[in-house]
C-alpha cells in the first residue's frame, strides 16, 4: 500500500484520470459497462444512446422525478391507535379495528424476534401492531398483553424528541391568529432604509448604524461621573445566545438522508454540531406537519441548528421568529446554496447571491427577530467562472451574521467538480473576523487536516464524505484510517434501522419508511471502497472505483451500484420487502469526475 503524498494539494484537488487505484487482485475481470448496470437497478437516464455519443439533454443530474412511486398498501383493516394511546375520539364512527384478537388473526408476521425499543427502553409505544411484538405481547386467557419492563424503562426512558408542532399552535397558523411582533418593527425599520435610499442618503449596515447612533447619543447628553461600560459599549435589548463553533466537526444540512435517525448515528460516530434538513420557510408558517417533521431534535444532539429556506424577508423573519419562540434551537441557517432548480427559480437557494439586496434585507430582518446565532451556507457563485462569494461574505458578517459556511463549487458546477479550496482559504481572510467553514471533498482524516493546516478556514462542514462513510468522524478524531470490515458495517446499518424504528414506528408503516430512507443512505453508502483494497490511500471522493470483489461475500454486496442489490441490503436488518416493491433513489449520486 502507498502512503499517502505529503502535499496537501494533492488532497484537494485531481490530477489523475478520475479513477480510484485498487489492488490488482481485488479488480472484477468480467467486463461490464456502468449502463449495464444502471439498466439493471431501473435507472435509465444515465445510459448512452446507440451512437455512443453522450446526449446532453438526457444528461443525469439532480433529481429522479420520474422515480415510481407506488403508495404504501397496507392491510385494509387496521387497529384504532387508541388501543396503544388511550380512548378513541370518533367512538362509533370510527372505520378502524377495535376488537384485538380479531387484528392479530391478519396481522402480518413478525420481521424478528427482538423489539429494540423493548429491549432498550422496556416499552413499545406501537404496542399490538409492532411488527417484533412476539418478544412483548402475550396472550393470557384469550387476552392479549403487551407487556412493559417497569425497572428498565425507569433505567433508560425513551429520548424525549422535541420542536413537534402542537396542535394548537398548527390551528393558530392556518387561521393567522399566531402574532408575529418582531417581525413587524423589523419589516417597518427595512422599509425606513429603502425610503433613505430612494432619497439618496447613506445607508450603513446595522453594526454601523448601531455605533453612529451611540456616538450621537453621548454628543447630546451632558454626562457626569465614571465612565461605565454602558457609556463605551452600546447594549442590546437582549443579549444574544453565543456559540464557539470553532474547530468542530459539523455534520452538513443533508435534504433527504440528513434525517433524525442518521443524525444521531453520526453522533455516536463523534459529530459535534448537527442541523436538520433544509425547510421551507412557507411551508413551516403554514403548519404543514411533514415540513415540521424536519426540525425535530434528538436529546443527543447538543449542538442542533434549523437549516431555512425562502426568498422573501418577510416569510424568512415570520418564520425565524416563529422557531424562536416555540423551539428548542442553538442557531438558524439560511439555505444560499441551493442549486435545484424549483428553489432556485423561485429566488431561494443559491439564487439569494444574486439578489444581494434581498438577502440584506432577509438577513436584517432575521437577525432582529433572534435571540440565537443567525449562519449561512452558501456556494462560490452562480457560474463557475465568476466567483462571488467574496464580495458577499463581508456584507454577512457586517449584518450580524455568526457564521457563514462555503462550498467550494458555484450552483452550475452542481457536484461534478473539484472544490476550489484555495478560493475558499482567500474567502476566509476577506470574511474575518467572522469565522467561515469550508465544504467540499472531505473524505477522510488526511483531508480534514490538511485543508486545517494550509488554509484560513475556522473548521471544516462535511456532507458527502458523511453519507459515504459515516464513521469518518471517528476516523477525524482519532486520526487513523478505519480499515471498517463488512460486519462492522452491518452493525451501522443495523442501528440506523435500530433508530428508525424508534423514530417512524415499528409497526408497518414505520418499517416501510425506515426502509425508503435506509435505501435512499444505501445510495450513496456503495460509494465507499475499504481501505484494506486500496492500492492508494485515501480514498478520493471523486475517483469513480472498477468494479472489484471484496475480501468476502458481504463486502462485495456492499460495493455493488444495483439498487437490487441495496434491497437485499435492507432485507437483512428489516426483513421482507412487501410484494411489487421497487425502489430508485432521489438523488442522482454521479458526480465523479
Known sequence: MEAPPTDWKSFLSSDNDGNAKIKTEYIFEKTRTLQVCEKESGDSTNVQPANGKPNKKNKARGQNKNRPRRPLELNSEKLCPSKVTGTCMFGEKCKYMHNIEDYMKIKPTDIGDKCHAYRTHGKCNYGFTCRYGGDHIEKNENEYINQTNNEKELQNPMPVITNSLPRELQVGLRKRKVNFDRTVEALK??????????KGEVILTPNENAR??????????????????????????????TIDFRNKLYLAPLTTCGNLPFRVMCKQMGADITCGEMALATNLLQGQTSEWALIKRHPCEDIFGVQLCGAFPDTMSRCAELLNKNCDVDFIDINMGCPIDLIYHKGAGSALMRRTNKLFDVVTGMTSVLDI???????????????????????????????????????????TRIADWSYVSECAKVASPMPLFGNGD??????????????????????RGALIKPWIFTEIKEQRDWDISSTERLDIIQKFANEGLLHWGSDTRGVE?????????????????????????????????????GRNDLETLFASPNSNDWIKISEMVLGRIPDNFSFLPKHKANSYK
Not at 189 to 198: D, L, S
Not at 447 to 456: G, I, M
Request: aromatic share 6%; charged share 25%; hydrophobic share 35%.
Open 189 to 198: 425599520c427595512i422599509e425606513q432604509h429603502h425610503a433613505k435610499r430612494k
Open 212 to 241: 453612529v447612533d451611540h456616538q450621537t447619543d453621548i454628543k447630546s447628553s451632558v454626562t457626569t461621573g465614571p465612565i461605565l461600560d454602558t457609556d463605551v459599549i452600546s447594549l442590546r435589548k437582549c443579549e444574544k445566545k
Open 373 to 415: 446565532p443567525l449562519t449561512c451556507k452558501l456556494r462560490t457563485g452562480i457560474e463557475s467562472k465568476k466567483n462571488i462569494a467574496h464580495n458577499i461574505l463581508p456584507l454577512l458578517r457586517d449584518s450580524g451574521v455568526s457564521l457563514a459556511t462555503l462550498h467550494g463549487r458555484s450552483r452550475e458546477a452542481r457536484y
Open 442 to 463: 472531505i473524505l477522510s482524516h488526511h483531508d480534514y487536516y490538511s485543508a486545517l493546516e494550509h488554509t484560513d478556514v475556522s473548521g471544516i462542514m462535511i456532507a
Open 513 to 549: 419508511t425506515t426502509r425508503r430512507f435506509l435505501l435512499e443512505w444505501l445510495s450513496f453508502l456503495h460509494r465507499y471502497i475499504p481501505v484494506g483494497i486500496l492500492e492508494t490511500v485515501p480514498q478520493r471522493i471523486n475517483e469513480r472505483p472498477p468494479y472489484y470483489v
